[in-house]
């Protein structure tokens, strides 16, 4: 990074290309005063802003200090601007408090791509569009032009949009070689639409904005990533096979897996995330929001649970951040004083669709201890659970609520996820289960990276709808990757079905074929499970799954290898392509196309009724895995009949006898 001065003006440069631009012509940075309302519902969100005022500001004074240089900018703000090497770091000083709206402008060229934002679902390359940075429900559709999403908003305000997502973060990688970071949870909106400029805006003035440039993407994750904290190595039991999600009690649940065990299906796992009990709502099947296990459901669950284990299989739960007023651990939390309450000091309970819910406060240090060590530690992992779903995190309301650190709940908002995720990981690090406990989240943000076991995909449709079905989780694989978060994995068959949306054996197969290349394998039966299809059902299907699950664990020392660069250094596992092809300008804008690890491609049929499937190979020689034929760079179509999805290995792959064995094996 160079900073090239020229009186009042400044420019940053990354080499030849230019980052920051101040001069009178072209202001670095604007700020103004803003009034949002706020209306939250059932963890969705309708966002306003009226701004009173918007102005640039110019460069009034120079200073160098201590490890920079800082441009005064009249009586409203001072930048101090710090380099090192192929680090930038830009320090606003806040001068006049009235200020509440803070925009920054990044130069951009039009042939520029950019990528991350947190975990986005419907478009991989940000350029074009701007990204609201706000944790909440994606929403049930996130198309605004489907009958899904207008019945959604018409009748539970739970229709999304393309940018609403549980994993948003204030970060983003450019193809100039960089990566920009704002140190900021308040609400942000980061806009690609400009050709000349990226302007990125939050309703506060930022700590401070990082940015780090390198030669090659790969050395630029593996930056970024160390600066955010990298993702623990996955337990190796994750590798044996499937983790079935059952339902029902002790009896279904385990007979269920019986059922899928005797067809042939390896299981690593069983996720019953009733596992504390179940209440019915008008949505389907919903939990019972207090986390110990429900002993008329599941009697004896330790004792079932060590049998499990004598077997090579593990249990796996469900719990969240929020507990059920009419829960026995809600009146333990009331009695140690654990819960955010409302400004006139009562008590404040957040509407979870037909039931009412405490909000723990993480920002008090004794609330967080109490939730980790009686809940998590006491009820679950002392239990013997080895894992669980670490669900919600991005419910914080932010009307009437006081934390016990004094802060907005505007600002804690986008970071109450990373808060929940350091729980879980406390938890499990001071009980000695760290590498060999999983649990798997949906909402993350800025600091999540090093708490996050396994990141998971959230609740998508049950189709193969573009921006909420199949296809999402392929682009949210690769925009959490390249914010830092590289080990990621979805439920098989998808979750959320209303309105006559129902899962088919068609859907279920093809997201299993893409999931047996994922790093983890799960089944979800869904949000009501007796209108969709159940693998185990079917037997065909499981005969199908079987297959496919075994293809996973034949593929265990790759995946671990790649699970291990992850954590090492910050690598994902699933990949754009271009991180491996920078001069392939293609590569750039396929979004529904991965490379597992360097040297296997995938490329999931995401669309219904396809039996053949077009793929772009970048250079070299690609064997397809499952017909043994040669392909080399350019498209390509090959025969995608259900259970093979389109998967290629590099003809020189040091791991050539691994995929020549599954070809031999599983190939047709």
């Known amino acids: 990074m160079e900073l090239i001065r020229n009186g009042l003006e400044f420019t ?87 200020v509440n709206r803070f925009w920054l402008r990044v130069a951009a060229d039009e042939n520029e791509r950019c990528y991350g934002c947190g975990e986005q679902m419907s478009y991989f390359n940000l350029r074009g569009r701007h990204f609201p940075l706000w944790t909440s429900e994606p929403g049930v559709g996130r198309d605004k032009t489907t009958y899904v999403t207008w019945r959604s908003d018409v009748e539970n305000k739970a229709g999304g949009d393309y940018y609403n997502t549980n994993f948003p973060q204030p970060t983003y990688v450019s193809t100039k070689h960089y990566y920009l970071h704002v140190d900021s949870t308040a609400y942000g909106d980061f806009d690609f639409r400009n050709a000349g400029f990226h302007e990125l805006q939050f309703w506060e003035v930022p700590a401070s904005i990082r940015i780090q440039g390198a030669d090659t993407y790969l050395e630029l994750l593996e930056k970024e990533s160390a600066f955010f904290g990298r993702q623990p190595e996955l337990p190796d039991w994750v590798y044996n096979g499937l983790i079935i999600g059952v339902q029902g009690g002790d009896g279904r649940s385990f007979d269920l897996m019986e059922k899928t065990l005797d067809h042939g299906i390896k299981v690593s796992g069983v996720w019953c995330q009733d596992w504390a009990g179940k209440r019915i709502t008008s949505f389907g099947k919903r939990l019972q929001w ?42 333990k939390g009331l009695e140690a004083d654990v819960f955010a309450k409302k400004a006139d000091g009562s008590r404040y309970l957040v509407d979870f669709g037909e039931f009412y819910c405490g909000v723990v406060d993480f920002t008090n240090p004794r609330a967080y201890q109490w939730f980790k060590d009686e809940v998590i530690k006491k009820c679950s992992l002392d239990i013997g659970i080895d894992g669980w779903m670490a669900d919600f995190g991005e419910y914080l309301p932010t009307d009437d609520l006081v934390l016990y650190n004094g802060k907005s709940p505007m600002i804690e908002h986008n970071h109450w996820p990373a808060l929940w995720a350091r ?9 000695g289960k760290l590498g060999e406990a999983v649990y798997f989240m949906r909402a993350g943000g800025t600091g999540s990276q090093k708490y996050c076991t396994l990141l998971w995909a959230g609740d998508q449709s049950v189709d193969f709808s573009i921006h909420d079905g199949l296809a999402t989780v392929i682009c949210a694989a690769l925009s959490a990757g390249m914010s830092g978060c590289g080990i990621t994995h979805s439920d098989i068959g998808g979750y959320t079905s209303l309105f006559g949306n129902i899962r088919t054996r068609e859907l279920f197969l093809r997201w299993a074929e893409m999931a047996a290349f994922t790093p983890v394998m799960r089944t979800h039966e869904g949000n009501r499970p007796e209108e969709n299809f159940q693998y185990y059902e079917d037997k065909d299907c499981m005969q199908q799954l079987a297959r496919l699950v075994d293809v996973y664990t034949m593929l265990a020392p790759y995946m671990k290898k790649l699970v291990a660069e992850n954590h090492e250094k910050g690598i994902p596992v699933q990949r754009p392509l271009f991180l491996h092809y920078e001069e392939d300008d293609r590569c750039y804008d396929l979004q529904y196309e991965y490379l597992l690890g360097e040297d296997v491609l995938v490329a999931p049929v995401y669309l219904s009724r396809k039996e053949t499937w077009e793929v772009y190979l970048p250079e070299g020689q690609w064997v397809h895995i499952w017909s043994g034929r040669e392909y080399g760079k350019g498209t390509c179509r090959v025969e995608a009949p259900l259970g093979d999805t389109p998967v290629f290995w590099k003809k020189d792959s040091g791991y050539a006898s691994l995929f020549r064995e599954i070809r031999k094996k599983h190939g047709k």
């Open 290 to 331: 207090d986390w110990h296990y429900n002993q008329e459901m599941y009697p004896d669950l330790p004792g079932r649970i060590e049998a499990l284990h004598k077997r090579g299989i593990r249990f796996l739960g469900y719990i969240n951040p929020y507990l059920v007023e009419d829960g026995e651990l809600y009146q």
């Open 12 to 98: 940053l440069k990354h080499g030849d290309h230019v980052i920051l631009e101040c001069t009178k012509e072209k202001p670095l940075v604007y700020i103004g005063i803003g009034r949002e309302t706020v209306d939250m519902y059932r963890g969705n969100f309708k966002i306003e802003d009226y701004v009173t005022e918007r102005r640039p500001l110019e460069v009034t004074g120079v200073r160098q200090v201590e490890d920079g240089v800082c441009f005064d900018m009249g009586d409203t703000l001072a930048l101090t601007v710090c380099v090192n090497g192929d680090l930038a770091q830009l320090f606003p000083e806040q001068k006049d408090p009235s």
């Open 423 to 431: 729980c879980n990981y406390d938890a499990v690090k001071e009980s």
